[in-house]
């Protein structure tokens, strides 16, 4: 049972950066495709970005490319999140959560684990 714990959320102001990282036990997380998900007040869980297992070939949602980066160190068994120039439109509940098949899939149902999820709010 692979267990997801994500951290380095918190308060930022417009424009501003943060790095948040998902840390694996009970697994490995090179095993798996890595995907970061985030759910804002009122809305859907949505897909953010996502890195496979394999060849690492990453997938962005459009309103993040170019601002964030997945990466993974397989060595310390997590995956990371940075997020750059952020707008008050970023501000949500982030998700990191794995799946088995080797592709950077944007499905939710696809990702099988799931962590508790880290806040981050952008300020103006």
């Known amino acids: 049972q692979v267990q997801l714990v994500e951290s380095g959320g918190g308060l930022v102001q417009a424009g501003g950066s943060l790095r948040l990282s998902c840390a694996a036990s009970?697994?490995?997380?090179?095993?798996?495709?890595m995907g970061w998900f985030r759910q804002a007040p009122g809305k859907e869980r949505a897909f953010v970005a996502a890195?496979?297992?394999?060849?690492?070939?990453?997938n962005y949602e459009d309103s993040v490319k170019g601002r964030f980066t997945i990466s993974r160190d397989n060595a310390k068994n997590t995956v990371s999140l940075a997020l750059n120039r952020l707008t008050p439109e970023d501000t949500a509940v982030y998700y990191c959560?794995?799946?088995?098949?080797?592709?950077?899939?944007?499905?939710?149902?696809?990702?099988?684990?799931w962590g508790q999820g880290t806040q981050v709010t952008v300020s103006s």
């Open positions: 890195i496979a297992k394999n060849d690492g070939i990453t």
């Open positions: 959560a794995a799946a088995r098949i080797p592709f950077a899939i944007r499905t939710r149902s696809a990702y099988y684990y």
């Open positions: 009970g697994g490995t997380l090179s095993s798996y495709t």
